[in-house]
């Protein structure tokens, strides 16, 4: 080598680790760094980041959270719970360095209560505190306001009280008193004491703020999962003297119902069981027994019996509503008053049904929601020991009430923030990487508030994939900073219409299932649920009556009226078939079915279509009212529409059919880009354009400007994103690409792709379905297995192209495995857990790979693209 290229060759190698040494080194591999980082590119600094200078969060009239300045303010999160929250300083602060650098600009503090184990000492009683572990806290929030992630605190979850506490039986009420925590009096005196003493006497020991007055707390959870909702099963079961306690409360409501006993037994009686409840049952005596309500199928009830349970459930419903709101109000009110906290205030019970929503909406700041994906189950008696069992199913391939968009879709209440503050798709499922993608494409689509994945696990010596615990696995943290960017930048653009599925109060407190899949809707539009008392004037772009009850009046389109269930639905709201339909007389009767005739405009092509049994209009009685037939059969039709008011009306459809409507009115109304045939061919495109998720196919695809992806089952390409066209060898996980400079993909100079396949620990204990051993459909997982972390990457030609028009952008030799490629001002940079894997990009000269030991090595420029070193945590070039 001649003197002059070795001095070039010292000096460029100089340059290279002085541009290392001056910016902390990201390691994405989790068998080489025990907190790796999610990205090569420090997404926190692209994150907007509160600031004192904001002031305190607040909710405005929209529905929005907001700054004190009137800025929104939107939230991607993640959650530290339990032990994981009481660590030594110093790994603490690693942790939120790595936790900053990925884009996260929240962190919910959650299960800090648990008694032993979390703040709580808790040897006698329940209010004595551990010094230490409190510090520990004060540490997470001092650091959290100085790094500009704000801050989301918890009150009850883990706690357990005790007979020091002067509570009675306690040692039956078990974690988090549920739900007597909600209607105790005693227990809600313990529960104001508690917050008072952590939200405003407590001074952290960092900072010289209590919490109350630290603007860095931006959320408060009154419980977690609690409550006479989500614990109804419970009711006829509870411990004394609750259980009288209770008992006296549904008495003292139905005698303020309806009066007197003899009221009681005539409206129940309505049902056709006659008596409905036995003769030594008294109101004035408090001596009606207890229900225990449970949601009836979303069905119409026939049956003397079922429609007994149906009058019961909805006074029943109605009942534990009050119950919320009043303890909701009192905790509301003295956080506001003796506590003096200013920021949004929100609990979690049962997030399925609309009048445990509707009691938040209420009284409460904003709505909290949960949402996973093959969550552990547990064999009988046996929570949280192996073996645990999971579905292995590929989110992106339902369409049923457990997807993304109806989950998210029934917790959307009208004009009220939505907070995600618990999601995940849980390890071992294979298709977590495209639970990813979709999650932070359709919260954006939803405008969602915060989304706080669960959870980022801190313990030492935990250096595998766990159920929750995501923080070593690159199918999930792999892709956090990227979906994180993708989210809070809006690179997913919202919904550009509103639906609102109209909730009267008959229909709220109808305790029937509340779960539908007309909200796969939400894979289209924004949805949300509309509660009102008997009357509604729309101003959503469609909304949808719930087809529960007649029992609502609508003042205007465009609408979609549906009466599903015309049968008595409530004791007190007697609702007779009568033939008018919402304010339009049109004679609704039964037909035995038959062939109709449709137009193309609504539900059908057009042509003749036998329709089974169900409910028709007169059609003279359409005509009389020029309306215009919706499938006309002999006398009669399907449906209606009005076209001067916007508004279509149905005796009653399906989900399918609901969501077919629905699809074909935004089209006629607005020119969407969809219609019946997505919900066909289970394809449902954003209103947007942006987002097509394929369910046939299993798999979403992103085509905006700035972000582009694939996730789920990747075979079948190549892939046309816009100007991009995309090749991958992978079969299951994501392939995402994101402009780091905001302008198009087609044009950016400074840009980052990601690609992630399935990723399992060495050595985990799975049987699958259909093994003599495991006869069920299940996968039995006896051993999550240890690091390290496997990917199966493996080195192939041509395993992952993008071509940006007809050129060739780079390549990668790669199928499986986990690889990330970045370009921006100082050149490629790119990182791969598959050494010998080559990847080529247009325009380098010169690479140099840094290794494990430090060492900085120029690599040889060859035709065929660089191959990745074995022991090289990142490559270089220009």
């Not at 009102?532 to 729309?538: E, I, N, S, T, V």
């Not at 209606?640 to 077919?660: H, M, Q, S």
């Amino acid at each position: 080598m001649g003197l002059s290229r070795r001095w070039v060759l010292l000096a460029a190698v100089a340059a290279c680790t002085a541009i290392w040494a001056a910016d902390p080194l990201p390691v994405l591999d989790p068998n080489r760094a025990e907190f790796p980082d999610s990205s090569l590119v420090d997404f926190g600094a692209l994150t907007p980041r509160h600031t004192a200078q904001q002031g305190f969060m607040r909710t405005d009239r929209e529905g929005r959270f907001v700054w004190e300045n009137g800025q929104r303010a939107r939230f991607w999160g993640i959650n530290v719970a339990s032990d994981s929250v009481f660590q030594a300083p110093e790994r603490i602060e690693t942790c939120l360095q790595r936790i900053r650098r990925a884009g996260f600009n929240l962190v919910r503090i959650h299960h800090i209560d648990g008694t032993g184990r979390g703040i709580i000492l808790g040897q006698k009683d329940s209010t004595t505190w551990d010094e230490t572990k409190l510090r520990a806290l004060d540490y997470w929030v001092d650091r959290c306001g100085q790094l500009g992630i704000s801050v989301y605190l918890d009150l009850l979850d883990y706690r357990t009280f005790h007979s020091g506490d002067g509570i009675p039986n306690a040692e039956m009420l078990g974690r988090g008193a549920k739900p007597y925590a909600l209607f105790d009096e005693a227990l809600i005196n313990l529960q104001k004491r508690y917050a008072k003493a952590l939200l405003r006497d407590h001074i952290n020991s960092y900072n010289g703020k209590c919490f109350a007055d630290d603007s860095a707390v931006v959320m408060v959870e009154l419980f977690d999962e609690n409550g006479l909702f989500i614990r109804r099963r419970d009711w006829g079961g509870l411990a004394e003297p609750y259980r009288t306690t209770l008992r006296r409360r549904w008495n003292d409501f139905l005698l303020d119902r309806y009066g007197s006993t003899e009221a009681l037994a005539a409206a129940w009686g309505r049902s056709g069981v006659n008596p409905p409840f036995s003769a030594d049952q008294r109101l004035e005596q408090g001596s009606v027994a207890l229900p225990t309500p449970a949601l009836s199928p979303d069905s119409v009830a026939t049956t003397v019996t079922s429609k007994l349970e149906r009058a019961i459930g909805s006074d029943a419903a109605r009942f534990a509503h009050r119950v919320h709101r009043a303890y909701y109000r009192s905790m509301r009110d003295f956080l506001r008053r003796e506590v003096r906290l200013r920021v949004p205030i929100s609990a979690v019970g049962d997030f399925s049904v609309v009048p445990d929503l509707l009691s938040v909406v209420q009284e409460l700041d904003f709505v909290g929601t949960n949402f996973y994906w093959d969550h552990p189950v547990f064999r009988a008696g046996r929570p949280w020991q192996y073996p645990y069992i999971f579905h292995y199913w590929n989110a992106l391939g339902s369409t049923n009430i457990e997807g993304f968009g109806p989950v998210l879709a029934l917790s959307r209440m009208s004009r009220k923030p939505l907070v995600v503050r618990e999601w995940n798709y849980c390890f071992p499922n294979p298709y977590r990487s495209g639970g990813m993608v979709e999650a932070a494409a359709y919260a954006a689509l939803q405008d969602v508030d915060a989304m706080i994945l669960f959870t980022y696990g801190t313990l030492p010596q935990k250096r595998s994939i766990g159920w929750f615990d995501c923080q070593a696995d690159p199918s999930r943290w792999g892709l956090a900073g990227i979906t994180g960017a993708a989210f809070l930048q809006t690179a997913v653009s919202p919904a550009k219409y509103r639906i609102e599925l109209g909730h009267s109060d008959v229909d709220t407190f109808l305790f029937k299932s509340y779960e539908t899949e007309v909200r796969n809707l939400a894979y289209v539009s924004r949805v949300a649920t509309r509660c009102f008392d008997r009357q509604l004037a729309p101003d959503a772009d469609l909304t949808i009556a719930s087809g529960r009850s007649g029992a609502a009046e609508y003042a205007n389109g465009p609408l979609l009226l549906l009466r599903n269930d015309p049968s008595v639905t409530t004791a007190g709201d007697s609702l007779e078939q009568t033939s008018d339909h919402f304010g339009y007389p049109l004679g609704l009767s039964s037909s035995g079915g038959g062939s109709y005739v449709f137009d193309g405009l609504l539900l059908s092509a057009a042509g003749p279509v036998w329709r089974g049994s169900g409910s028709r209009f007169a059609l003279s009685a359409i005509q009389s009212l020029g309306l215009r037939a919706v499938g006309q059969g002999t006398g009669d039709a399907v449906g209606y529409w009005d076209p001067a008011r916007k508004i279509a009306g149905f005796g009653a459809l399906n989900e399918t059919e609901t969501v077919r409507v629905a699809l074909d009115m935004l089209n006629v109304l607005y020119q969407a880009p969809v219609g019946r045939d997505d919900c066909t061919n289970r394809r449902f495109r954003s209103d947007t354009g942006e987002l097509l998720r394929d369910s046939n196919r299993g798999q979403l695809q992103i085509n905006t400007p700035r972000y582009a992806a694939v996730a789920g089952d990747l075979r079948g390409g190549p892939y046309q994103l816009g100007a991009l066209r995309l090749e991958t060898s992978t079969t299951i996980g994501a392939v995402t690409l994101f402009s780091l400079d905001g302008l198009p993909l087609s044009e950016c100079k400074r840009f980052v792709m990601k690609a992630v396949s399935q990723a399992g620990n060495t050595g985990m204990v799975a049987s699958a379905p259909g093994p003599q051993n495991n006869p069920s459909n299940r996968w039995i997982v006896d051993s999550e297995g240890v690091s390290p972390v496997r990917t199966g990457g493996r080195a192939q030609l041509g395993g992952l192209r993008v071509y940006r028009g007809t050129d060739l952008w780079f390549q990668v030799d790669l199928a499986e495995g986990t690889v990330e490629l970045v370009h921006d001002a100082g050149g490629w940079r790119w990182w791969t857990d598959t050494p010998d894997a080559r990847v080529t990009v247009p325009g380098a000269e010169k690479a140099w790979a840094l290794g494990v030991d430090g060492r900085v090595d120029e690599l040889p420029m060859t035709l065929s693209g660089l191959p990745y070193p074995e022991r090289a945590l990142l490559v270089r070039a220009e």
